[in-house]
Nanobody, 126 residues
Framework: QVQLVESGGGLVQAGDSLRLSCAAS????????MGWFRQAPGKKREIVAR????????VYADSVKGRFTISRDNAKNTVYLQMNSLKPEDTAVYYC???????????????????WGQGTQVTVSS
């Protein structure tokens, strides 16, 4: 089992920055891919970014490329999502997730992930 706890959400203005954290505990996540998803009211859940824990390889959604950065801290067993130049359309509940796959290219949908955090609200005002 892997437990994931997100933190760092909040209310900010357009153009501001936020950093989300996801602390993992339980079994080792060294073989996992960690993903950040978001879901806005009335919209489908979408993946924002993902990182392969073993080597730090990252993949981003087009909507956040150049603005968001996913990273991990091995010592703290924590994955981060640095969000810059936030826009009102970034408003959503953000979820951290963990899943195992040999190929990060296959880890773009929620059904590929086994463990989820409780979510943290990010609200960007215009």
């Amino acid at each position: 089992q892997v437990q994931l706890v997100e933190s760092g959400g909040g209310l900010v203005q357009a153009g501001d920055s936020l950093r989300l954290s996801c602390a993992a505990s339980g079994r080792s996540i060294s073989t996992y891919t960690m993903g950040w998803f978001r879901q806005a009211p009335g919209k489908k859940r979408e993946i924002v970014a993902r990182i392969r824990w073993s080597d730090g390889f990252t993949v981003y959604a087009d909507s956040v490329k150049g603005r968001f950065t996913i990273s991990r801290d091995n010592a703290k067993n924590t994955v981060y999502l640095q969000m810059n130049s936030l826009k009102p359309e970034d408003t959503a509940v953000y979820y951290c997730a963990a899943g195992i796959s040999r190929f990060i290219s296959t880890m773009s949908t929620g059904d590929r992930y086994d463990y989820w955090g409780q979510g943290t609200q990010v609200t960007v005002s215009s």
